[in-house]
């Protein structure tokens, strides 16, 4: 049984950078099968897609251009978790944010959410 | 970017009811070389994360119950709960995973009568 647990600061600074964790269990980050994916939830943007990374004899990442400019998707093969950077923040960036795995495209397990929030 | 839209925006279906939610997306998620709809159905009730229900547009996920079903190609889809629930009240989202980025509908909220 696949489970993905997040952490991460739940109070940001604007200009800084936010950074959320997603530690998995019951699969490899290095899976070749699968893609790791960051997906973000607000009010005022609904559910937004952020981008993934995934290991197909080497790694790839694909980001959405809404956020490329500030975004990084990282593995840690070690730890077997994936980390969301997130730079520049400002208040449009407060949402819960969700790590996930996609299979075959689609976003098959979820991690549990941690909510954001970008303020002085 | 692939726009998914949905409707309705809210629902009010009665226990034992059929409930019908659409999803149309701005082009075609239909992959010609393997005829599959890139669309996906989740159910996201509160404090928790999105489900995934259906995938390849009428698939449903394991263990997902037979009252829920998928339809739809190309640009239409819907999804359709045959027999309503209590348990069933939840926002519904549609998902292209034709082209990243993999974009959202922007949800039907299903509630009880």
């Given at each position: 049984q696949v489970q993905l647990q997040q952490s991460g600061p739940g109070l940001v600074k604007p200009s800084q950078t936010l950074s959320?964790?997603?530690?998995?269990?019951?699969?490899?980050?290095?899976?070749?099968?699968?893609?790791?994916?960051?997906?973000?939830?607000?009010?005022?943007?609904?559910?937004?897609?952020?981008?993934?990374?995934?290991?197909?004899?080497?790694?790839?990442?694909?980001?959405?251009?809404?956020?490329?400019?500030?975004?990084?998707?990282?593995?840690?093969?070690?730890?077997n978790q994936f980390s969301l950077q997130l730079n520049a923040v400002t208040p449009e960036d407060t949402a819960v944010y969700y790590c996930a795995r996609t299979r075959a495209g689609v976003l098959d397990y979820w991690g549990q959410g941690t909510l954001v929030t970008v303020s002085s | 970017?692939?726009?998914?839209?949905?409707?309705?925006?809210?629902?009010?279906?009665?226990?034992?009811?059929r409930a019908t939610i659409n999803?149309?997306?701005?082009?075609?998620?239909?992959?010609?070389?393997?005829?599959?709809?890139?669309l996906g159905w989740y159910q996201h009730k509160p404090g928790q994360p999105p489900k995934l229900l259906i995938?390849?547009?009428?698939?449903?996920?394991?263990?997902?119950?037979?009252?829920?079903?998928?339809?739809?190609s190309g640009t239409d889809f819907t999804l359709t709960i045959s027999s309503l629930q209590a348990e069933d009240v939840a926002v519904y989202f549609c998902q292209q995973y034709y082209t990243t980025p993999h974009t959202f509908g922007q949800g039907t909220?299903?509630?009880?009568k």
């Open positions: 959320v964790t997603c530690a998995i269990s019951g699969d490899s980050v290095s899976s070749n099968s699968v893609a790791w994916t960051w997906i973000r939830q607000s009010p005022s943007r609904g559910l937004e897609w952020l981008g993934r990374t995934y290991y197909r004899s080497k790694w790839y990442n694909d980001y959405a251009l809404s956020v490329k400019s500030r975004i990084g998707i990282n593995p840690d093969t070690p730890k | 970017d692939i726009v998914m839209t949905q409707s309705p925006d809210s629902l009010a279906v009665s226990l034992g009811e999803c149309k997306s701005s082009q075609s998620v239909l992959y010609s070389s393997n005829d599959k709809n890139y995938y390849w547009a009428s698939t449903r996920e394991s263990g997902v119950p037979d009252r829920f079903s998928g339809s739809g909220k299903l509630e009880i």
